[in-house]
């Protein structure tokens, strides 16, 4: 019996990038649905929920951050990967949707190629997080890290954690005294294909510990951090 075909929401205010897109990922076989802003791709989602999203970041309306927002607070149990679309290449701006949760940016012109490896790399992390909603809850303490849920409780209340950071809180404390140097990090949270730097890490851990009252997550000065408790 064959899987189901990957599906994949493309979302883009110009009409001639939406067809090319389209034509070159249903070759692949991967079933695709088109929205030219962010309005209209939220009317989609229950009834196609995507495996991935392609998001333009400039756009009328709604545009790329305001739709990636109104989907993270409402469909982020869904673990559906969001990659941008942008013609905006000043690193600053790759950086700051890294660090506002986005799984991966993509460069205007797009190139087929390179189009192609990213999604490929991203489906491959999508089957890294399904592994890891196999995994066992871990408590400690006063906190529980749930990877079925992808929910943290602490002291009792369910705090919203982001998917980068929940993994990356999870990978800590599945090791607990065990340092990570932050290439190490980055490698295992965000991959091999997504160029970040090291700040990337420290915004997320700076977030978690924000979340936790400063529990549980140390710094190995000039090396990087652990779990600890």
């Known amino acids: 019996m064959n899987s189901s075909p990957i599906r994949i929401l493309l ?12 034509y070159i990922l249903k070759k692949e076989n991967f079933e695709v649905r088109t929205a030219i802003n962010g309005v209209e791709a939220t009317s989609q989602l229950k009834d196609f929920k995507p495996d991935l999203i392609l998001l333009d970041y400039m756009m009328p309306g709604m545009d790329g951050l305001e739709f990636f927002n109104f989907f993270k607070k409402n469909y982020s149990s869904w673990n559906t990967l969001v990659a941008f679309l942008t013609a905006k290449n000043e690193d600053e ?3 700051e949707l890294l660090d506002y949760g986005a799984d991966d940016f993509i460069s205007k012109p797009i190139k087929p190629l390179v189009l192609l490896s990213r999604i490929r790399a991203l489906l491959r ?16 303490g006063d906190l529980v890290i749930n990877p ?11 705090l919203d954690f982001p998917r980068k950071e929940f993994q990356l809180l999870y990978l800590l404390a599945s090791m607990p005294g ?8 980055l490698r ?14 420290d915004v997320h851990i700076r ?10 997550l140390k710094t190995i000065k000039g090396v990087g951090y652990k779990f600890e408790f």
Not at 151 to 157: A, L, P, R, T
């Open 11 to 22: 979302v883009d205010d110009e009409v001639d990038t939406l067809d090319f897109l389209s």
């Open 93 to 95: 701006t790759q950086i």
């Open 125 to 140: 992390r999508k089957s890294d997080l399904q592994e890891l909603q196999s995994h066992d809850i871990i408590t400690i």
């Open 148 to 158: 079925e849920a992808f929910n943290v409780v602490f002291k009792g209340e369910q």
């Open 178 to 185: 065990k340092v990570y140097k932050r290439e190490i990090l």
């Open 188 to 201: 295992e949270i965000w991959g091999e294909e997504v160029l970040v730097g090291e700040r990337t890490v």
């Open 207 to 216: 977030k978690i510990r924000e979340k936790l009252n400063d529990q549980y």
